[in-house]
Protein backbone atom coordinates (compact mmCIF):
# COMPACT_ATOMS: atom_id res chain seq x y z
CA UNK A 1 0.00 0.00 0.00
CA UNK A 2 3.13 1.97 0.96
CA UNK A 3 4.60 1.85 -2.73
CA UNK A 4 1.46 2.55 -4.25
CA UNK A 5 0.49 5.65 -2.04
CA UNK A 6 4.30 6.68 -3.06
CA UNK A 7 3.55 5.86 -6.58
CA UNK A 8 0.82 8.29 -6.94
CA UNK A 9 2.44 11.17 -5.00
CA UNK A 10 5.02 10.98 -7.39
CA UNK A 11 2.81 11.39 -10.61
CA UNK A 12 0.70 13.95 -8.78
CA UNK A 13 4.16 15.57 -8.12
CA UNK A 14 5.49 15.02 -12.08
CA UNK A 15 2.30 16.44 -13.13
CA UNK A 16 1.92 19.61 -11.39
CA UNK A 17 5.87 20.61 -12.04
CA UNK A 18 5.33 20.09 -15.72
CA UNK A 19 2.73 22.60 -15.81
CA UNK A 20 5.14 25.22 -14.51
CA UNK A 21 7.05 24.67 -17.25
CA UNK A 22 4.14 24.73 -19.51
CA UNK A 23 4.65 28.50 -22.03
CA UNK A 24 1.74 30.05 -22.99
CA UNK A 25 0.27 30.78 -26.27
CA UNK A 26 0.68 34.11 -25.47
CA UNK A 27 4.08 33.87 -24.30
CA UNK A 28 5.36 32.78 -27.22
CA UNK A 29 3.75 35.30 -29.29
CA UNK A 30 6.21 37.62 -27.03
CA UNK A 31 8.89 35.36 -27.71
CA UNK A 32 8.31 35.30 -31.53
CA UNK A 33 7.63 38.72 -31.60
CA UNK A 34 11.17 39.68 -29.99
CA UNK A 35 12.58 37.21 -32.55
CA UNK A 36 11.19 38.99 -35.51
CA UNK A 37 11.99 42.21 -34.19
CA UNK A 38 15.58 41.17 -33.30
CA UNK A 39 15.98 39.86 -37.25
CA UNK A 40 13.77 42.83 -38.35
CA UNK A 41 11.62 39.96 -40.36
CA UNK A 42 9.34 42.24 -42.29
CA UNK A 43 6.40 39.44 -42.93
CA UNK A 44 6.25 37.95 -39.65
CA UNK A 45 5.86 41.15 -38.10
CA UNK A 46 2.87 41.80 -40.55
CA UNK A 47 1.57 39.00 -39.80
CA UNK A 48 2.05 39.45 -35.15
CA UNK A 49 0.95 42.93 -35.64
CA UNK A 50 -2.67 44.59 -35.64
CA UNK A 51 -3.26 46.96 -38.32
CA UNK A 52 -4.39 49.15 -35.53
CA UNK A 53 -1.44 48.86 -33.55
CA UNK A 54 -0.34 51.73 -31.65
CA UNK A 55 3.11 51.22 -30.41
CA UNK A 56 4.53 53.63 -28.44
CA UNK A 57 8.22 54.09 -27.57
CA UNK A 58 9.67 55.25 -24.03
CA UNK A 59 10.89 58.80 -25.55
CA UNK A 60 7.48 59.65 -26.44
CA UNK A 61 7.28 58.38 -29.80
CA UNK A 62 4.51 56.68 -31.15
CA UNK A 63 4.00 54.57 -34.24
CA UNK A 64 1.40 52.69 -36.31
CA UNK A 65 1.80 49.38 -38.14
CA UNK A 66 3.49 50.21 -41.06
CA UNK A 67 5.87 53.04 -39.34
CA UNK A 68 6.94 50.54 -36.91
CA UNK A 69 7.89 47.99 -39.04
CA UNK A 70 9.55 50.39 -41.71
CA UNK A 71 11.93 51.40 -38.20
CA UNK A 72 13.17 48.24 -37.82
CA UNK A 73 13.70 47.13 -41.38
CA UNK A 74 15.11 50.12 -42.61
CA UNK A 75 17.56 49.99 -39.31
CA UNK A 76 15.91 53.78 -37.91
CA UNK A 77 15.29 51.02 -34.85
CA UNK A 78 18.09 48.08 -34.57
CA UNK A 79 17.68 45.75 -31.81
CA UNK A 80 21.19 43.64 -31.98
CA UNK A 81 20.01 41.50 -28.89
CA UNK A 82 16.57 41.84 -26.25
CA UNK A 83 16.09 39.80 -23.23
CA UNK A 84 12.60 39.84 -21.28
CA UNK A 85 12.92 39.41 -17.73
CA UNK A 86 9.73 39.28 -14.94
CA UNK A 87 7.35 38.70 -17.63
CA UNK A 88 3.67 38.08 -16.47
CA UNK A 89 0.55 37.76 -18.44
CA UNK A 90 -2.89 38.29 -17.55
CA UNK A 91 -5.55 36.84 -20.24
CA UNK A 92 -8.94 38.18 -19.88
CA UNK A 93 -11.27 36.49 -22.89
CA UNK A 94 -9.72 37.23 -26.26
CA UNK A 95 -7.65 40.07 -24.68
CA UNK A 96 -4.02 39.59 -23.00
CA UNK A 97 -2.05 42.12 -21.36
CA UNK A 98 1.42 41.41 -20.85
CA UNK A 99 4.24 43.27 -18.39
CA UNK A 100 7.90 42.68 -18.58
CA UNK A 101 11.45 44.24 -18.41
CA UNK A 102 13.13 44.58 -21.36
CA UNK A 103 17.22 44.88 -21.78
CA UNK A 104 18.82 45.45 -25.11
CA UNK A 105 21.56 46.37 -27.85
CA UNK A 106 20.38 48.91 -30.12
CA UNK A 107 22.41 49.99 -33.19
CA UNK A 108 20.11 52.23 -34.58
CA UNK A 109 21.17 54.07 -37.86
CA UNK A 110 23.09 57.03 -37.53
CA UNK A 111 23.98 56.60 -33.62
CA UNK A 112 26.42 54.90 -31.55
CA UNK A 113 25.86 51.40 -29.61
CA UNK A 114 23.28 51.35 -26.69
CA UNK A 115 22.23 49.47 -24.15
CA UNK A 116 19.00 50.29 -22.91
CA UNK A 117 16.38 49.14 -19.72
CA UNK A 118 12.86 49.44 -20.02
CA UNK A 119 9.63 48.69 -18.72
CA UNK A 120 7.16 47.15 -21.48
CA UNK A 121 3.33 47.03 -21.30
CA UNK A 122 2.28 44.96 -24.22
CA UNK A 123 -2.13 44.76 -25.24
CA UNK A 124 -2.42 41.71 -27.43
CA UNK A 125 -5.73 40.54 -29.49
CA UNK A 126 -7.24 37.31 -30.55
CA UNK A 127 -8.26 37.26 -33.90
CA UNK A 128 -9.65 33.84 -35.11
CA UNK A 129 -6.67 31.65 -34.04
CA UNK A 130 -3.95 33.97 -33.84
CA UNK A 131 -2.61 36.51 -31.31
CA UNK A 132 -1.77 39.88 -32.94
CA UNK A 133 -0.06 42.67 -30.76
CA UNK A 134 -2.76 45.72 -30.82
CA UNK A 135 -0.88 48.00 -28.34
CA UNK A 136 2.89 48.31 -26.84
CA UNK A 137 3.70 50.79 -24.38
CA UNK A 138 7.48 51.21 -23.15
CA UNK A 139 8.70 53.48 -19.93
CA UNK A 140 12.38 54.35 -18.33
CA UNK A 141 12.82 52.21 -15.42
Not at 117 to 124: A, E, H, N, R
Request: charge should be positive; proline fraction near 2%.
Amino acid sequence: MKKIVFFFCTLISISVSGQDNKVSPIENQVSELTTAMVNAEEPKLHQMTSKSLSYGHSNGLIENQSEFIAALTTGVSNFTDIEIQNQTVERLGKIALVRHRMLAKTHNKGAAPASIDLGVLMVWQKKGKNWKLLARQAFKN
